[in-house]
C-alpha cells in the first residue's frame, strides 16, 4: 500500500492551516500529536447526542454513554492485546498512571525500586518520593551515553539489587531510543520482580502487546496517540490490579449499600476510577486508536524513518550541529534531538517559530535525572508524526542553515 501522506493530512484539521501566508510546520509529535478528525467527532457526538453520566443515569443519555464507554474500554483493550477490558483503567495521562501504580502498590519494608537513568521526570520523580518517605530504596541504572540501554549492567544490578519493581521506557522522549523491552521483562521476571512500563511514546508507531510484552503494567497517554488531552491508560494484569491500595476514592468506587464495616468497593477498574471520569476524551482516545491501526503503526514507522533519514542528512551538513543519542536516524524513531554550539536551543527553537513557522521544543525534556547527573546543554528536538511531510522537512531544514548562518 502507497503510503498517501497528502490524503492522510485532511484527516488533522489543525496541520493544515497556515500564518502570514506561509504553511504551519508542526514537528513537535513527541509532545502531543495533532488530534484526529475521528477523535474530534467522537468527542462531538457525546456532547450532542448523548452527554451523560456513565454507570449513573438510569435514562437514555446515560445509557447511550456508558454504552460508548464499555465500548471504548473493549477498544483500548484490544489495542493492547490485554485478556480482558477490566484490566484497563482510565486515568488523566501517563503521569497520573505512574503515580497510581507508585502510590498503590503494596511494598513491604527494604524493598527496592529501579529505573533507569533516562526516564522521564513522571516515571523518576513518584519512585524516588517514595525513597524519600523510607517506603523503597531507589536505584537507577545508567544508559550508555548515547541513551542506549546497557542490559549488561541492568542484569548485574537486578541480581545484586534484586528489586521488588522495575519501571522503564519503551521509547525515549529524548533521543527516540527504544530499549529491548521484552529483554528487560524477561531478566526482571526471572528474579522476581513486578515491571512497569512507559509507553508514552510508543502507541504510535509500535505494536504494544502486553501479553507477548508479559509486562505487569503499562501506561501511556492518549494525546501521544492522535487523541485528545486529559486521558490516560493504565494497564495491568488483572491479579496485580486487584492488590493495588485505593487510589482516589469517591464517587463509582463503592457499591451504594454499605456493610456494617463501612464501604464495599466495587472492584477493579471502577474502584481505580473515582468520580465522573472524561467520558469523551475517552471515546475519543479509542477513535484514535481505531485511526493508528487504519494507517498502520508499521506504515508509519517506515515513513516517519525516511524522515528522520532525510532530515538527519541535512543537519548534519550545517557546521556547528551535533545530535543527541545514536547517530543512525532509524535508532531514534520520530525524532531528532540536537544542539548548534552558535546559540542556545531554546533560541534556535525560537526563531524556527518566528521566521518558518517550524514548531519544534527546547529544553531538558522532563528528563531531569539524566540532566542532572550527566551534564549538558538543552537540545532542541524535531520529533515527527504520520501527517508531516518531506516539504516539511524541507522547510526545517532551509530555515536551520538560515539561522546557523
Not at 542490559?151 to 519493581?165: M, T
Not at 521506557?169 to 521476571?189: C, M, Q, W, Y
Request: hydrophobic letters at 40%; proline letters at 4%; aromatic letters at 8%.
Amino acid at each position: 500500500m502507497v503510503y498517501d501522506v497528502e490524503e492522510l493530512r485532511r484527516e488533522f484539521p489543525a496541520i493544515c492551516q497556515t500564518f502570514d501566508g506561509k504553511p504551519l510546520v508542526y514537528l513537535d509529535s513527541a509532545c502531543t500529536t495533532a488530534i484526529c478528525q475521528a477523535a474530534i467527532d467522537a468527542q462531538l457526538r457525546y456532547y450532542t447526542q448523548f452527554p451523560g453520566c456513565v454507570g449513573r443515569a438510569d435514562h437514555r443519555f446515560g445509557h447511550l454513554a456508558t454504552e460508548a464507554w464499555v465500548e471504548a474500554r473493549r477498544d483500548v483493550a484490544s489495542f493492547l492485546n490485554s485478556s480482558s477490558p477490566s484490566e484497563i483503567v482510565f486515568t488523566k495521562n501517563t503521569t497520573e498512571s505512574l503515580n497510581l501504580v507508585a502510590d498503590a502498590f503494596p511494598f513491604q519494608e527494604g524493598d527496592v525500586v529501579l529505573i533507569s537513568d533516562c526516564e522521564h521526570n513522571s516515571n523518576t520523580l513518584p519512585w524516588r518520593r517514595l525513597g524519600r518517605r523510607g517506603i523503597v530504596r531507589f536505584v537507577t541504572t545508567k544508559c550508555r551515553d548515547d541513551t542506549t540501554f546497557d542490559l549488561e549492567l541492568f542484569s548485574s544490578q537486578v541480581l545484586a539489587e534484586k528489586p521488588r519493581l522495575v519501571s522503564v521506557l519503551h521509547k525515549s522522549n529524548l533521543t527516540g531510543v527504544e530499549f529491548p523491552i521484552e529483554e528487560i521483562i524477561r531478566i526482571a521476571h526471572e528474579h522476581g520482580a513486578v515491571v512497569v512500563v512507559d509507553a508514552a511514546q510508543s502507541p504510535m508507531t509500535s505494536e504494544v502487546d502486553v501479553q507477548q510484552w508479559d509486562c505487569d503494567f503499562l501506561a501511556f497517554s492518549s494525546h501521544k496517540a492522535l487523541g485528545p488531552s486529559g486521558v490516560g491508560v493504565l494497564y495491568g494484569k488483572l491479579h496485580l490490579l486487584e492488590q493495588l491500595d485505593e487510589f482516589l476514592i469517591g464517587g463509582g468506587t463503592v457499591q451504594q449499600l454499605w456493610d456494617n464495616d463501612g464501604p464495599v468497593f466495587l472492584g477493579v477498574p471502577e474502584q481505580l476510577e473515582a468520580g465522573l471520569q472524561n467520558s469523551p476524551g475517552v471515546m475519543g482516545l479509542a477513535a484514535a486508536l481505531k485511526m493508528i491501526k487504519s494507517i498502520g503503526q508499521e506504515e508509519i514507522r517506515r515513513h516517519t524513518e525516511r524522515l528522520n533519514e532525510f532530515t538527519t542528512n541535512r543537519l548534519l551538513k550545517i557546521p556547528g550541529l551535533s545530535i543527541m543519542g545514536p547517530q543512525r536516524p532509524r535508532d531514534r524513531g520520530v525524532m531528532i534531538s540536537f544542539r548548534l554550539d552558535s546559540m542556545a536551543s531554546k533560541q534556535v527553537g525560537s526563531l524556527l517559530n518566528e521566521r518558518a513557522n517550524v514548531m519544534v521544543r527546547a529544553g531538558k525534556h522532563c528528563v531531569g535525572l539524566w540532566f542532572s547527573t550527566r551534564g549538558g546543554d538543552d537540545v532542541a528536538r524535531a520529533s515527527f508524526g504520520p501527517y508531516n511531510t518531506l516539504d516539511e522537512c524541507e522547510i526545517f531544514c532551509n530555515a536551520m542553515e538560515a539561522i546557523a548562518g
